[in-house]
Each structure stands twice: as structure tokens, then as C-alpha cells.
């Protein structure tokens, strides 16, 4: 059984420019869901994507968005950088509205 | 909004000591994990446990929906348990995502 994989695990851009995330989840998993960790915080909840539609989202802007592909894999797209996106982003997949969440470990993003 | 409050915020132990975790919610919890973040970032999931009692070696784990409370036990703790604990809660209206509490960092020395 396959875990949870992210790619890239370390990135850094440039204030304005876009960014691409990309989560592969765990075998047999259905759902998945972005989450936002900055330094010192718990991770806070951006979006959740089911049947390659997004199934609930959390107080982002839409400049955060996201797509799910027919095999479950995810990306998360953020336009437009900010300082402040500087963070971990996690991706974690999990059976829909069953059982516990299986976490990646990662990407962090620099926003210089 | 939901609250998730974890304590204590900071615990050091000494290597083979037990200890306990608390997190409280302020709402019915329908989805109720515990993580553990190693210093590399990964969270890993310790247990799936919207109510009742679970036990994983030395980690056990018991949560009490009716008081809105849930308890991490450590025992005999060692080296590489060391790192944030996080938990997390599902709430009946709050959609599909996770809340989690701002964690407890902890500390094992030898």
C-alpha cells in the first residue's frame, strides 16, 4: 500500500508569480484535502476535492485553487504569491467521510 | 467557530515516563484524529477515534464525545516520540474538513 507522495518538497518563488502543488494519494483513498501549516500553527484546513470536484473549502482566497484527477491524484494552484503564503502545504487522502486521514510530508514554499 | 484546545502546550519527560494529552472541542465531534509531527514535517496518524478507547503499544487513546474531551496516552516514553501532537476534529456542519488545536510540543530526554 502506497502512501501519500508530494511534489515538489521544497520551492521557492517570487511575490506575484504562480506555483503548482502536486499530491498523489494513498491506494484506495477517494477524497483529498489541502492544508496550510504556518511556522509554530496548526494546520489550517484550504479546500477538499471529491469526485474531482472541490467538497468544501476553508477561508482562502480564490487565487487558491485546486483540481483532482480521475485517479484521486490532486494539484493545488496559488496565483498572485504573497509573503504570508510562505508555509508547509499538506496533502492528505482519506476514504470519503470514512475512517482516519493519511498524510505526504510536504511541500514548504518560500515566498521571497 | 469550532474551537480545539490542546494542553499542555509544552511537556518535556524524562526517557521511560508516562504522560497525558488532553484536547477539548466545543462542538459534537463526528470525526476525531490524533497526529503526531516529526521534525521533518510529516504528520502521522495515530488514531481514528470519534469516541471510545483505542490502544496502539505504548499509545493509547480515549474520547469522551458526550464532554467534548479526548486523552493521548504516552507510556514509557522514549527519544523518538519527541514532537508536536496534534488533534484534530470533524464537527457535525463544519463541512468536510479537519479543525485541528494548536498542538503539544513534546520533549523526551534521555
Known amino acids: 500500500e502506497t502512501g501519500v507522495t508530494q511534489s515538489p518538497t521544497h520551492l521557492i518563488k517570487t511575490r506575484g508569480q504562480q506555483v503548482t502543488l502536486r499530491c498523489s494519494s494513498q491506494?484506495?483513498?477517494?477524497?483529498v484535502s489541502w492544508y496550510q501549516q504556518a511556522l509554530g500553527q496548526g494546520p489550517q484546513f484550504i479546500f477538499q476535492y471529491y469526485r474531482e470536484e472541490e467538497n468544501g473549502r476553508g477561508n482562502f482566497p480564490p487565487r487558491f485553487s485546486g483540481l483532482q484527477f480521475p485517479n484521486y491524484s490532486s494539484e493545488l494552484n496559488v496565483n498572485a504569491l504573497e509573503l504570508d503564503d510562505s508555509a508547509l502545504y499538506l496533502c492528505?487522502?482519506?476514504?470519503?467521510?470514512?475512517?482516519?486521514?493519511?498524510f505526504g510530508s510536504g511541500t514548504r514554499l518560500t515566498v521571497v | 467557530g469550532i474551537q480545539v484546545e490542546q494542553s499542555p502546550p509544552d511537556l518535556i519527560l524524562q526517557e521511560g515516563a508516562n504522560s497525558t494529552l488532553r484536547c477539548n472541542f466545543s462542538d459534537s465531534v463526528n470525526n476525531l484524529q490524533w497526529f503526531h509531527q516529526n521534525p521533518w514535517g510529516q504528520l502521522i496518524n495515530l488514531f481514528y477515534?470519534?469516541?471510545g478507547t483505542k490502544q496502539n503499544g505504548r499509545l493509547s487513546a480515549t474520547t469522551v464525545a458526550t464532554e467534548r474531551y479526548s486523552l493521548l496516552y504516552i507510556s514509557s516514553s522514549q527519544t523518538t516520540d519527541s514532537g508536536v501532537y496534534f488533534c484534530a476534529g470533524g464537527f457535525t456542519g463544519g463541512g468536510n474538513k479537519l479543525t485541528f488545536g494548536t498542538g503539544t510540543q513534546l520533549k523526551v530526554e534521555l
Open positions: 477515534i470519534p469516541s
Open positions: 491506494s484506495g483513498h477517494n477524497t
Open positions: 492528505a487522502s482519506t476514504l470519503y467521510r470514512e475512517g482516519g486521514y493519511t
